[in-house]
């Protein structure tokens, strides 16, 4: 698994340049989009150098996910399978976002299908919120500027 997540990694996303100083690189909507997702707390989850992937959370904080999808599976049970700890029922790798818009459908279930599903189910479940339509634009592309390169050419 591990050396195929190294075949994940890419740099140079309009993201990074943005961090790197070329400020102009993202347009106003997509800049809109980050203080979104850092404004709702999604940043206190998805941070560091790849937006996510160093640590582990328990997916519906907020809300009980599994039941309101129905059909629960063992997959479901998370890293609980793994160790046997009650307190990790329910808990999950957070996913870097690094690439995110070309990995669909997300979530270790394939539950959302699009980018949008992902979003909207992240602030019902994990910050407990209503978000709008216009929130979930903003973030969706500002997520999209997260996809690099790889091997000097853009994915």
């Known amino acids: 698994l591990a050396t195929y997540e190294k075949t994940l990694l890419s740099a140079n996303s309009r993201f990074d340049q943005y961090l790197q100083g070329n400020t102009d690189i993202l347009s106003l909507e997509e800049k809109y989009g980050y ?88 602030f019902t479940y994990q910050l407990g919120r209503v978000p709008s339509t216009e929130d979930i634009r903003l973030i969706v592309l500002f997520l999209k500027t997260l996809t690099g390169e790889l091997g000097g050419k853009p994915l």
Do not use: W
């Open 35 to 122: 203080q979104r997702f850092k404004d709702y707390g999604c940043i206190a989850c998805h941070q560091g150098v790849n937006i996510g992937g160093n640590m582990f959370q328990k997916f519906g904080v907020m809300g009980d996910y599994f039941a309101a999808r129905g059909n629960p599976t063992d997959a479901d049970l998370g890293r609980f399978l793994v160790t046997g700890d009650e307190q990790d029922r329910n808990v999950f790798k957070v996913p870097s976002l690094r690439n995110v818009a070309l990995t669909a459908p997300y979530f270790h279930d394939a539950s959302a299908k699009t980018l949008e599903d992902a979003v909207h189910i992240m």
